[in-house]
């Protein structure tokens, strides 16, 4: 199972410098487990640089994975995460969600690099 990042799937749409690293598991939709809270920060960033109907085709494709809501036991495991390791809300819902489905999280996000389930790879640009 995997699960991609809201910059991995920013890159992804973008068709930018990292977007053949996140292809694999956004294009493996039978493996790909879809955070809530990443369809609202990828819709937002669209609708901001492109276009609302830009960003309302992003959300129909990230809906070919299994969307997972913010339920209370995944709240609970984010706050912890949060905590624990100084990661945003939204970063410790997509790491929590990543975890309790024993999935791996793609990312380029420096602060994910050397968690446990976290496949890695810098931004291109070198902006962390």
Do not use: C
């Not at 292809?23 to 901001?48: D, H, M």
């Not at 276009?51 to 036991?73: C, F, N, R, W, Y």
């Not at 905590?83 to 309790?100: E, V, Y």
Request: charged share 20%.
């Amino acid at each position: 199972m995997n699960v991609v990042d809201s910059s991995g799937w920013l890159e992804y749409f973008a068709d930018s410098a990292n977007a053949d690293f996140f292809a694999q598991p956004v294009e493996n939709t039978g493996e790909l487990i879809v955070p809530s809270s990443t369809i609202y920060e990828v819709f937002k960033s669209t609708s901001r640089q492109r276009s609302e109907q830009e960003a309302l085709k992003t959300v129909a494709l990230m809906m070919q994975g299994h969307i997972i809501d913010l339920d209370v036991p995944l709240a609970v495991s984010s706050a912890r995460i949060s905590a624990n390791l100084g990661l945003s809300m939204a970063d410790s819902i997509i790491i929590a969600t990543a975890r309790a489905f024993d999935a791996v999280l793609w990312t380029q996000d420096a602060h994910f690099e050397g968690l446990d389930g976290v496949r890695f790879l810098g931004k291109a640009n070198g902006v962390p």
